[in-house]
């Protein structure tokens, strides 16, 4: 199930601009567009306040409006982000999430040749202390965590190469930087080494997006026990000859 929105009727108030791909009463997954932040504080506009927004209409909210956000996109990343309803859905979510029994897959475009076409990174990274950035690290090192990464090459091009990305760990920037460690930086994240600009033109670095885009996320339903998938077209600043 996916909208992208309809009108309201006459003297309704209008839903939030939202791509949602898939929502019920427990669940409400939608397709985050980049630079947005998936969550900030208020007055700061995001994802969490434009679904709350979004729910709040369509469902005639009168009181505030409960999200449980069991996983975030980094800012400059678009795709598929999940949201629960209701208290249950969200413990339930969380469970999955923290116990990685939820299987997301990315779509990145990276610089150069990536070659074999198929295999598994391993790099044992850490977070910088109050910096949102990480730097390699040597297993038993302070702060030291392996990160797994599956990666399966899509489509080459001339300059850069399609990849799918199934993470094996949780780490922050996991992909952006196991990409770049070999050479590849993900198109536009210049944080981690790429040349190349990516996406339409901006007038400050954090409105800056990158090639990398949550592309599915499959998860067990909280309350139905079915598996569901969920899958998120890329946006429209994505070449034309990546295949949606």
Partial sequence: MSEAHRQPAEGAAALPVLHVLYEDHHLLIVNKPAPLLTQA??????????????????????????LGIPHRLDRPVSGVVCFARNTKAAQRLHA???????????????EGTVTPAAGVWDDWLRKLPEQSRVEKAAEGEPGAKLALLEYRVVQRFPEFTHLELTPLTGRMHQLRVQSAWRGHPVLGDVQYGSTRTFGPPVTEARERVIALHARRLTIMHPFTKQELTVEAPVPAHWPSTVSS
């Fill in 96 to 110: 999955q999430f923290s116990e990685h029994r939820v299987r997301k897959v990315y779509w990145a475009l990276v």
């Fill in 41 to 66: 504080p208020p007055g700061v506009p995001s994802l969490e306040a434009l679904v709350k927004a979004y729910i709040k209409v369509k469902y005639a909210k009168p009181a505030g409006v409960y």
